[in-house]
């Protein structure tokens, strides 16, 4: 079983559209939750980090950790063509390891 | 946010020559540097992890001969990609990871290299 599963989409929305982004996980040890975002040719760029369970809201994104059922989402309200990118989860205990999930691809429609 | 810069941002070599690539935490000490490798629509590849001072711990089936790596600074890390092949053709990126709250890793923007 893979540390971190991420359905790879793509995934096609209009604009203005909640996007839902979600990962799995199967180490109870993680304690350090991140989703990145990553153009295409450019190197990933953090987007959320949170620590340990419960939300974290940040303009139009919010992340959640769900640590009893292993699941963590990120949520983008009012969508917007310049949030089309791939967006990577990322989980960590130590700070010396992180997983990565595959990356969900987003495209948004105006 | 924490700054990482690379440099170069993309280089063109004949094959066999060595390249190398800088990565630098601009604003932020780094205690780790990762390298990654990266393939057109693919996820990231973990190349290996470095602390400073010490030797680079590569994963497995990645060359650590042909991929030398150095972290001789809290700040500085350098790849050299030694005897490139075409099939070295890769996005390479570098992070860097810091610990203040918690545990995070910051990227750079990623050297695109291409090997003829």
């Known amino acids: 079983q893979k540390e971190v599963e991420q359905d790879p989409g793509p995934l096609s929305v209009p604009e203005g559209a909640i996007v839902s982004l979600n990962c799995t996980y199967s180490n109870s040890a993680f304690q350090y939750f991140m989703w990145y975002r990553q153009y295409s040719r450019k190197g990933p760029e953090l987007l959320m980090y949170?620590?340990?369970?419960g939300n974290k809201e940040d303009g139009r994104f919010t992340a959640q950790v769900d640590k009893s059922s292993k699941y963590i989402s990120l949520f983008i309200r009012d969508s917007q063509p310049s949030d089309s990118a791939t967006y990577l989860c990322?989980?960590?205990?130590?700070?010396?390891?992180?997983?990565f999930g595959t990356g969900t691809s987003l495209t948004v429609i105006p | 946010g924490a700054v990482v810069s690379q440099h170069p941002s993309w280089v063109i070599c004949k094959s066999g020559t060595s390249v190398k690539i800088e990565c630098r935490s601009l604003?932020?000490?780094?205690?780790?540097m990762f390298w990654y490798r990266q393939f057109p629509k693919q996820s990231l590849m973990l190349m290996a992890t470095s602390n400073e001072g010490s030797k680079a711990t590569y994963e497995q089936g990645v060359e650590k001969d042909k991929f030398l790596i150095n972290h001789a600074s809290l700040t500085l890390s350098t790849l050299t990609v030694t005897s490139a092949h075409p099939e070295d053709s890769s996005f390479y990126i570098c992070?860097?990871?810091?610990?203040?709250?918690?545990?995070?890793?910051?990227f750079g923007p990623g050297t695109r290299l291409l090997v003829l």
């Open positions: 990322a989980l960590t205990n130590t700070g010396n390891q992180f997983y």
């Open positions: 992070s860097g990871a810091f610990r203040t709250q918690g545990e995070t890793q910051y």
């Open positions: 949170t620590y340990s369970s």
């Open positions: 604003d932020f000490q780094a205690t780790t």
